[in-house]
């Protein structure tokens, strides 16, 4: 089973608007979550976190929402660059300390149309 | 200050065959993983290494066999391919510092298994 889902495949969104990305997690036990990015030919790079005890983190650009009663963490990138272009993968962690894992989403391509 | 590095970068293998992939890190970090990425699957976990001497199953570890030669390398090894490995595969590593919740990845290596 999945759980950690990312039900968009793909997001084309003019350059200078808002991207939104959506993740939906199932098990209430994960303590933090990730975003990370991948262009073609490359591996994942991160981009931004939040622990599960906040519902908010901004870097620059980049915001990530948690809400916690719904399972459900969205990543705001504005205003949206060609160079955002890529598949961005959100993340949730196991909390076993000292044996942490990540399970993935399958990934949202976004496209950012000059 | 390489971060991860994974040879080779290209390996194309007849069924049954059977090789071995490296990854090596210079950030001096305790744990190591491997994951596969397939087409509308996401990032799964083959197996991961903790620490120096211990490794652990992941979500898909069958058909594989890891090595954690040293702190610094962690090596993937399929004894018999199978067309079902063909697959992207990266190394990634973290630190043990809980406060640093991300994982740093490798380039990748694109694997075909005729």
């Known amino acids: 089973d999945q759980q950690v889902k990312q039900n968009s495949p793909s997001l084309s969104v003019q350059e200078g608007r808002i991207s939104i990305l959506n993740c939906d997690y199932t098990n209430s036990m994960f303590d933090y979550f990730l975003w990370y990015k991948k262009y073609p030919a490359e591996g994942p790079t991160f981009l931004i976190s939040?622990?599960?005890?906040?519902d908010k983190n901004e870097d620059g650009r980049f915001t990530v929402f948690l809400n916690k009663s719904a399972k459900h963490l969205s990543l705001h990138i504005v205003p949206s660059q060609p160079g955002d272009s890529a598949v961005y993968f959100c993340a949730a962690r196991w909390p076993n300390f000292g044996n942490e894992k990540l399970t993935f989403g399958t990934g949202t391509r976004l496209t950012i149309i000059p | 200050n390489a971060g991860v590095t994974q040879t080779p970068k290209f390996q194309v293998l007849k069924t049954g065959q059977s090789m071995t992939l490296q990854c090596a890190q210079d950030m001096n970090h305790n744990s190591m993983y491997w994951y596969r990425q397939d087409p509308g699957m996401g990032l799964r976990l083959i197996y991961y290494?903790?620490?120096?001497?211990?490794?652990d199953k992941g979500e898909v570890p069958n058909g594989y066999n890891v090595s954690r030669l040293n702190k610094r390398e962690f090596s993937l090894r399929l004894e018999s391919a199978a067309p079902s490995q063909t697959s992207v595969y990266f190394c990634?590593?973290?630190?043990?510092?809980?406060?640093?919740?991300?994982?740093?990845f490798g380039p990748g290596t694109r694997l075909t298994v005729l």
């Open positions: 290494s903790a620490s120096e001497g211990t490794t």
């Open positions: 990634a590593s973290k630190t043990r510092d809980r406060l640093q919740n991300e994982q740093f």
């Open positions: 939040i622990s599960s005890i906040k």
